[in-house]
């Protein structure tokens, strides 16, 4: 009981330790694990570790094969989740770059990694390719704790993102195939049954996969669940499905719960949301005690095996040559410049699914006395751990030597979706701005989207948007809701981290009616809120530029549409074209010279007349 409580304390301690350090949970887990584990056994009394996974006769926690079954069970259900993150409409528009990672860049990593462990290590082809296999995949759960705070161009960043969401089925597809033929096969592992083997598991795992998904979407839209039983039913199917589908076709379960992720997340389920939510809870739990479990398996002789010179050129060989190369080669031809493939290239972190199933497939692989089996989980580990430690201490220096480090974040965050927002977001897109939208009513949001304007269904009062590296280009943070206290609340939050540039907001009635005390981060016009934004937006729902000649004009301007409700200025645009936020604030001015535009919300008009009308 003292062990299984203190794994699940110390696994969410790391996290913690993760979060406030802003490293991979991975590396404080990892480390934790093998300081309980192995390591332990160098400073206890009688030289046994503080936390044993597999019962000895003395003590442990999983008697018999009982470890490899929880490293399943847990490995599917955080598969799943992964699956139901993966949206058809988002992957057609990152580009063919993604496409050729997860294909070209993973055949240069399974040959390459491959070829080097079995000349390196001296390892059979059969283990040599099974390592290769298992370090094909990256992971965004390690990616992205790297990238959060690390301001790049979104094509790199989206790039990186979705290589790891994409890449960890078909590593983990990869790695199950190439197992299968080692258990399988005689001699060279390559013989008839392996190859039936092979089409069972991609028959049955498809077809579990993508029928249950649609008997549980079924279930969830005719509302045959209830709602306090959705979450822990749905667990109880992905269960299922995995352990039904490995029943039919051993090692298919991982590729069915994979499937049927896939399949569920482009659904239109009323319920995805919170289905999401709780996955994702459970992934941080099961992350925890996994990776803790995994590292305190690993003996102390395992690490001795890694002792030699053999494994740093192995790791200098799949970090330094073989990752740039692939990343060079499916980046061939694309837009990408040359400074950003070799940042892509040199960021590669393996996960979760990597150690988790090398520790699976190795100790299963020993049991069998598979010749070389011992060296799979050790060296995984140390890919694992060597590239997660290298990449979170160096990304950000690495970044800024190449030049792909955005020095001044120029993106601007919309929070609200409303009819005056995606006025304003079309604007800033026609002007050659990254905005994005972020709103809770996804109407707003698919409004949004129809008019080509980037934007995401997003609660402002949740963690999601920090993790989002997508927005690592966000310099600018404009809250534009209707609700005074959600905008307020989002320039705390977010003003660190999307608004390094510059923070606003909308000022409330009472601000706007006492113009002598308007707070700094005030948008727009002290006179102007959003009921008369939303109103002028209503009746001229368009965006106009006017020329300024100098300083005085630009100020008899402003008091023009201070008295016209109909008129609102935005922002003052230079001989340039760069956009200058006006601001609601009582002291803010500008140097206006000739060739500057001011940009307005509201009725066309013509400043001749309208100062000929005022005098």
């Not at 005719?222 to 490995?246: G, Q």
Request: aromatic letters at 10%; glycine letters at 8%.
């Amino acid at each position: 009981m003292l062990e299984l409580a203190g794994i699940i304390i110390l696994g969410i301690i790391a996290q913690w330790v993760a979060w406030r350090l802003k490293l991979p949970a991975i590396l404080p887990l990892i480390l934790i694990g093998l300081l309980v584990g192995p390591l332990a056994t160098l400073y206890t009394e009688d030289g046994s570790k503080l936390i044993e996974p597999i019962w000895n006769g003395k003590k442990g926690l999983f008697p018999g094969e009982g470890l490899y079954y929880f490293v399943s069970l847990a490995i599917s259900i955080i598969l799943f989740e992964g699956g139901l993150t993966l949206k058809r409409s988002e992957i057609k528009n990152v580009g063919p770059v993604i496409t050729k990672l997860i294909t070209v860049g993973s055949v240069v990593t399974f040959f390459g990694a491959g070829v080097a462990a079995h000349y390196v290590f001296e390892l059979s082809w059969q283990i040599s390719f099974l390592f290769s296999a298992l370090i094909i995949v990256t992971g965004p759960t390690v990616i992205t704790p790297i990238l959060r705070n690390i301001p790049l161009k979104k094509d790199v960043s989206t790039v990186l993102k979705w290589e790891g969401i994409l890449i960890d089925p078909i590593g983990a597809l990869v790695a199950v195939l190439v197992f299968e033929f080692i258990s399988v096969g005689e001699g060279s592992g390559y013989t008839q049954t392996a190859l039936v083997e092979f089409g069972k598991i991609l028959l049955f795992g498809t077809t579990f996969g993508f029928t249950f998904a649609h008997a549980l979407a079924f279930a969830i839209k005719k509302n045959l669940i209830p709602h306090y039983l959705m979450n822990v039913v749905s667990l109880s199917v992905v269960l299922l499905v995995f352990v039904e589908s490995d029943v039919f076709a051993h090692e298919s379960g991982l590729l069915a719960v994979v499937v049927m992720g896939m399949v569920m997340g482009n659904m239109n389920l009323p319920n995805l949301k919170e289905l999401l939510y709780f996955k994702e809870s459970l992934s941080v739990l099961l992350i925890s005690i996994l990776f803790i479990l995994l590292a305190a398996n690993i003996n102390i002789s395992d690490l001795e095996l890694l002792k030699k010179w053999n494994t740093a050129i192995l790791f200098a060989i799949v970090v330094f040559i073989i990752r740039p190369v692939g990343v060079l080669l499916s980046t061939q031809g694309s837009g990408l410049k040359f400074k950003e493939k070799m940042f892509i290239g040199w960021v590669g972190p393996r996960g979760i699914v990597a150690a988790g199933i090398a520790s699976l497939f190795g100790s299963k692989l020993l049991a069998k006395g598979e010749p070389g089996a011992e060296y799979i989980t050790p060296l995984v580990f140390m890919i694992v751990l060597g590239t997660v430690l290298l990449n979170a201490t160096t990304a950000r220096l690495f970044a800024k030597v190449v030049g792909v480090f955005l020095m001044k974040s120029e993106g601007i965050l919309l929070i609200g979706a409303s009819k005056v927002s995606r006025l304003i977001g079309s604007y800033l897109k026609k002007n050659n701005r990254h905005v994005v939208l972020i709103d809770n009513n996804q109407t707003n949001v698919n409004k949004a989207k129809s008019l080509g304007i980037e934007a995401m269904t997003a609660n402002i009062f949740s963690d999601s948007l920090t993790d989002n590296i997508e927005l690592n280009d966000m310099g600018y943070l404009m809250a534009l809701t209707g609700n005074s206290d959600i905008n307020k609340f989002a320039i705390d939050k977010f003003k660190k981290q999307f608004g390094e540039n510059g923070a606003f907001r909308l000022v409330n009635t009472d601000e706007m009616n006492d113009p002598e005390n308007n707070p700094e981060e005030g948008l727009f016009s002290h006179t102007d809120d959003f009921i008369k934004l939303t109103d002028a937006a209503r009746k001229y729902p368009s965006i106009n530029e006017i020329e300024v000649k100098d300083k005085e004009q630009y100020s008899e301007l402003i008091e023009i549409t201070k008295a016209d409700n109909d008129i609102i200025p935005l922002f003052l645009k230079d001989e340039r074209g760069d956009l200058k936020i006006i601001s609601a604030f009582s002291k803010e001015s500008y140097d206006v010279k000739e060739g500057y535009k001011l940009v307005y919300l509201g009725k066309v008009f013509d400043f001749d007349q309208d100062e000929g009308s005022t005098g």
